[in-house]
């Protein structure tokens, strides 16, 4: 890629953790979440990344409301919807009904096992200590779940041997071009936010790949400004950050997109539309 080329830009609505005592602008219902996407689309954004929540917050992989949400968000704009299946259960039974049945654009994939923490210096103390586990035979029943229904495989990698790991699905002929990867970072137990971790990771990927940036926390709008300039495409949200730049916390979604569409255009990158994104990604037309 090269800094003219323009740029894919996802925002995260929800996510699974994110709650309205942490941030007021966190959508929980199918309504919700589709006004929120709707906000995103009109500030910039051609992907929007959902994960399906019940009216109280609590997340759920209902088929059920992820279907509602697929319906609202389409009601309101033709943005590519791109849902997660990430869970810590071995039984992906609900996420493959999911797939089935509401054929998102876009599934996340998450490629491969890891300690998830968060560590706090000022306790001297683990927030939270869990594995996530993600085994091959968990990703390849989701994955061919997903080719059979059609819809394409978004691979998260939070280190650089999940990345890797798309090597044997690639010659399984499981994996097809053009491929999405998205590299997670400022996870604990992943890969840490720097430059040089963005480097070494789009250089792990087929040639021709397409490649975003996941900042988790305060990382984020550093991770943003670097992966554009590296050629790569981003990923902001109410995901994985409340704050904007100058740390003012964020209304809604769209004020997070509306930033990174600017700083996008400030180094000369304008934001992809949702049709040039679709054709960037080998989406079919809406």
Wanted: with cysteine.
């Amino acid at each position: 890629m090269s800094l003219s080329d323009k740029v894919i830009v996802t925002c995260a609505l929800t996510g699974a953790l994110a709650n309205r005592k942490q941030c007021p602008g966190v959508p929980y219902s199918p309504v919700e979440i589709a006004e929120e996407a709707l906000r995103a689309y009109d500030a910039g954004a051609s992907v929007v990344h959902i994960h399906a929540r019940e009216d109280d917050g609590t997340p759920t992989w209902d088929p059920k409301v992820f279907m509602k949400i697929r319906e609202e968000v389409k009601a309101r704009c033709p943005i590519i919807i791109n849902f997660s299946t990430g869970s810590l259960d071995d039984d992906t039974s609900q996420q493959e009904t999911m797939i089935r049945e509401c054929k998102p654009d876009i599934a996340a994939l998450n490629m491969g096992t890891m300690n998830y923490a968060k560590y706090s210096k000022k306790r001297k103390s683990f927030v939270f200590d869990m594995v996530f586990p993600n085994p091959f035979s968990k990703i390849e029943r989701l994955l061919r779940t997903m080719n059979e229904a059609g819809v394409k495989p978004e691979l998260e990698c939070f280190d650089s041997g999940h990345t890797n790991s798309a090597t044997p699905l690639i010659d399984m002929g499981l994996l097809k071009a053009p491929y999405q990867f998205s590299f997670i970072v400022n996870v604990l137990g992943g890969m840490p936010a720097t430059v040089e971790s963005l480097q070494f990771q789009s250089k792990l990927i087929p040639a021709g790949a397409h490649w975003e940036v996941i900042g988790i926390s305060h990382c984020q709008w550093r991770m943003v400004a670097s992966a554009l300039v590296l050629g790569g495409n981003i990923r902001v949200g109410l995901e994985d950050h409340f704050y904007l730049p100058n740390g003012e916390m964020a209304k809604s979604n769209g004020d997070l997109v509306a930033k990174a569409a600017e700083l996008s255009r400030t180094i000369g990158r304008e934001p992809m539309t949702v049709e040039e994104a679709r054709a960037s990604l080998g989406l079919p037309p809406a």
